[in-house]
């Protein structure tokens, strides 16, 4: 049995949990640190004890997947906030070349996002001074680096000097860069660790981008060292975050079992793969292909020679007009004049009739499912037959979670085990969690339920465990309600961060559990 050892971006269901439930449904063994190993949030894990572990799980494994920003950093939200000092930063790195040397044979593939810059004041995840001035240091990076690649008008000209001279203390903004200055030179020694062959693979994803700004620069200088190495082949450099963990895994898959999935991609709307998601810096398509390429697999031309059939509901319009979750009647006007819901589930019918290995990639809104395509696949009886669905956050984040189970499960598809009992259950954790909880039972709790605590969404006071139980009740519901043919049981539902933004939770199928915490 081919051993991969997997030390995740950080403690949530997204990164710890997700890859697991990946493993579970192939021969691979997926080792991985206890729970209580990790630090939480903002408070960074232990190097020592990573590192401890890191050489003795290593030792016999044929694979290394490892977060950078956890072995380097403590995690992703601790790269944020850390203090130290790039000598330190750079030592800690060393750890690969020790365990390299150690088991010359291990292929060490590792992912290092670029720090985001939020557009908004919040300290949720950041410095607490950006509570004070996150928008204008978003601001500050947008508009120097549109200063270099163009022109700024007058109103522009003068917003910058705003921000320089009054807005923004000048030893916040030092730290802030200071800390950028120091992540960065971590990207820039990993591509040499490409180069000198201790990384065999490297992702560097981009986290929360738009056109302009510190990532956008910071990426330019990357792709070019890339290009002066000639490593294209080795690192790759696109939108995304949370997903990388189940993106590398399917590539070590794929590897391992020496597959290629081809995959057809089949879009909602005629602009579609053009338009340039939400929190991104590229047009959807462009990112498809990075999330396909980066896990083994390839695009093609025709449906009907694929192994994977991407069916992908998009906006037709992006950036900061793609909508949210909210009403339906709220969304921007091309929802009603640009996307065709009604031939997109025609469609993915005719597939299926087709005995096609269908996956649905649901980015038309962000930050949850499209509850208006959901229930138009589930009046046509539609969801038993779908094999893999994403539809959670960021667009990156579901394509990459939902390309990642396509490529694994075509797989087995191919093998006559369509009925996996650990793929249909990631599946069906992903409706449970993406529609139900993220497109419906969340807004519901924050507005009816989380007044009666004096709670918000970010601060649940003393009242988590009640608020766990409604949640876990309103779930109970929504399945009782959209997925009644199906005997799922679902328990422990757990907010991992104290707040209502993701969610853990056990799901069963038919004396099968798959946990999501």
Known sequence: MVKVVYLPLDER???FIFPQQLAAITDLDMIVPDILFFG??????????????????????????????MLVFGGIVPSRLHHLSKEECMKRLNVLD?????????????????????????????????????????????????????????EETQELEMIKNEKVPADILADFLGRRE???????????????DTLDLLIIPLDDNSKYGYTPKEQRKLIYRVEEL??????????????????????VFCEVKDYIPRIFVRYSSTKGPTIIPKYEDRSLNESIKSHITASGGILIDHSSDSDVILMVNSPAVGENEAAEQGSYKDRHSTYFSEVHLQEFVRVMEFYLKQQKFVALADVATCNGSDTALMKSISKKGLLKEISCYAGWNTSGNTIGTVNAHAMIASYYDQMDDRENLASKTFYYTRLVEDWGYQALVRQNVVNEDLPNFGATYFNLGNHQKEIQTIIENKLHDFVEKHLPNEAIELKHVVLPWD?????????????????SK
């Open 182 to 196: 120091v992540n960065a030179s971590i990207n820039h020694k990993v591509i040499d660790l490409v180069k000198e």
């Open 230 to 251: 000639n490593l294209f082949d080795r690192v790759s450099i696109y939108p995304g975050a949370d997903e990388i963990g189940c993106t590398i895994f399917a590539k």
């Open 98 to 154: 020790e365990i390299k040397k150690a088991n010359p044979y291990l292929k060490i593939y590792g992912f290092n996002l670029i720090m985001r810059t939020p557009a908004y004041s919040s300290s949720e995840e950041e410095p607490d001074y950006y509570q004070l001035h996150g928008r204008e240091i978003f601001r500050y990076g947008w508009l120097t680096d549109k200063m270099e690649r163009e022109e700024l008008d007058a």
């Open 40 to 69: 939480r949030k903002k408070q960074p894990a232990d190097f020592n004890r990573m590192k401890e572990w890191l050489f003795h799980e290593t030792k016999d494994a044929e694979y290394l997947i490892i977060s950078i920003d």
């Open 13 to 15: 269901p997204v990164n």
């Open 499 to 515: 707040r209502m933004f993701e969610l853990g939770f056990d799901l069963t199928i038919k004396n099968t559990t798959i946990s």
